[in-house]
């Protein structure tokens, strides 16, 4: 076990902060311009990210991608999303977000086709699972998938959809078969000019992003499609593990973000004639946020070690995202608390950090979830949530 980073990792990491800090100006622009509706700037930073390698990180070479291992991938999602998190969002998605089930389960072509064309930037994909009724009970989804001819036809809806408007692609779980179960589910790629598919105008959320839902009306697209056409809901689980990482990562680099910053606020800022940091009680909130920092970061880096075999192991995973997910909380709302009235205030940048960090509770699995599927892998139990049904006792 070796828990210092190397001198090329560290190298790396430098190399991509500097290049994120150039790409800033036009990150802010793009961020600005989609809560317009004008997806322009970001589709030039995709570009630009590509350029600069910064986009599908973990994909291979040979489609384009900048082939690192899964923790040097999550070492600089981390760095980028602290310089900034729409830079983040792109440096996820395009590496650990649903790209990376396409690598997993399709063939040469749709690798060919789709990784090559995330990884220079052409395209984006977004992830298809949450429906209206079917949340944290994702395997109760109702959209429909029917073979038709060399056609696939869906009708269904998703609902809180991330990154759907400015993409190009939804990489779609659904139901391809009709006995109920978690083995009907399958996944397709589909594209946002098909016909059928439309894309609401996007619920804002707390951090100022947009969450959006998707329609499927007889929405026809190739068969070719088609990454999994049943019995791969297990497998598509485990490869959203990687996508859980990634979204972790992007936790961490807002709380080392927020961490940092108030670091040095307290160093400037003067009270009673003294700085802030002279008070033991801010000494010590700060002492707790670097504890829970170097924490959050071991666990992550952890799970993304124990992968040469494969895929992330899931209970390390569920381990590193609830303990992420309330670190970053914490720690954000530390450093708001360090810098007082102006922590709150949308002038300073402690405030944003806190509202990304805050869906990280919720998304890719609820913090309860997680704990469940803790608490069942300890138990050695299934431990199903379903009601029982008519005429079972539920013990
Ligand atoms: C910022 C953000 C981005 C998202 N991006 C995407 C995306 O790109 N693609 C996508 O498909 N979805 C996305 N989602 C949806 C997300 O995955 C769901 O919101 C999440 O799975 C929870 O489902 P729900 O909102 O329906 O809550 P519910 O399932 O209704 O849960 C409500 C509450 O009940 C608790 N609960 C439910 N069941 C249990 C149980 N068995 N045991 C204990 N507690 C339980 C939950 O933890 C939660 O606290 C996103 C959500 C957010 C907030």
């Known amino acids: 076990m070796d828990f210092q980073l190397t ?21 802010k622009e793009a961020h600005e311009a989609e809560t317009k509706g004008d997806f322009a700037p970001l589709q030039r930073l995709r570009r630009q990210m590509a350029e600069a390698g910064l986009l599908a990180l973990n994909m291979p070479q ?17 760095t980028i999303q602290r310089v900034d998190s729409t830079l983040g969002g792109l440096a996820h998605r395009t590496s650990t977000g649903a790209i990376g089930a396409v690598l997993e389960l399709g063939t040469d072509a749709q690798k060919s086709r789709f990784v090559s064309g995330v990884a220079r930037g052409e395209i984006g994909v977004s992830i298809g699972i949450t429906e209206p009724d079917a949340g944290s009970a994702a395997t109760a989804m109702k959209t429909r998938a029917r073979i038709e001819g060399d056609d696939v036809i869906i009708n269904g809806q998703k609902i809180f959809i991330s990154a759907a408007k400015g993409h190009h692609y939804t990489m779609l779980y659904c139901r391809f078969g009709n006995t109920g179960r978690a083995s009907d589910i399958g996944a397709i790629m589909v594209p946002h000019d098909a016909p059928g598919f439309s894309c609401s105008g996007g619920t804002l959320n707390m951090a100022g992003e947009r969450q959006y839902e998707l329609y499927f009306d007889d929405c026809r697209v190739p068969k070719a499609n088609i990454l999994a056409e049943s019995h791969a809901f297990a497998k598509l689980i485990s490869v959203y593990n990687v996508e859980r990482l990634g979204s972790i990562s992007r936790m961490l680099g807002s709380a080392q973000a927020a961490f940092e910053f108030a670091l040095q606020y307290v160093q ?12 033991q009680g801010l000494q010590w909130m700060l002492a707790d946020m670097k504890v829970k920092l170097e924490a959050a970061q071991m666990l992550t880096y952890r799970a993304a070690s ?21 670190a970053a909380k914490e720690i954000c709302d ?15 940048p402690v405030e944003r950090l806190y509202r990304e960090v805050r869906g990280g509770s919720i998304y890719g699995g609820t913090l309860q979830i997680h704990k469940n599927m803790i608490a069942g892998h300890l138990l050695g139990r299934k431990n199903s949530q379903w009601a029982p049904r008519s005429g079972e006792s539920g013990e």
């Open 62 to 78: 040979e489609y384009g991608g900048v082939g690192l291992p899964l923790l040097e991938t999550l070492l600089l999602i981390q």
């Open 306 to 326: 124990n992968t040469a075999s494969g895929l992330p192991s899931p209970l390390e995973t569920s381990v590193a995202k609830v303990y992420v997910a309330q």
């Open 334 to 348: 530390d450093a708001i608390q360090l810098l007082g009235g102006y922590g709150y205030m949308a002038e300073y």
């Open 7 to 27: 001198e090329s990792q560290r190298e790396l990491i430098d190399a991509t902060e500097k290049l994120c800090r150039q790409l800033l100006p036009l990150a």
């Open 268 to 279: 400037e800022r003067r009270q009673f004639g003294r700085e802030l940091a002279d008070f």
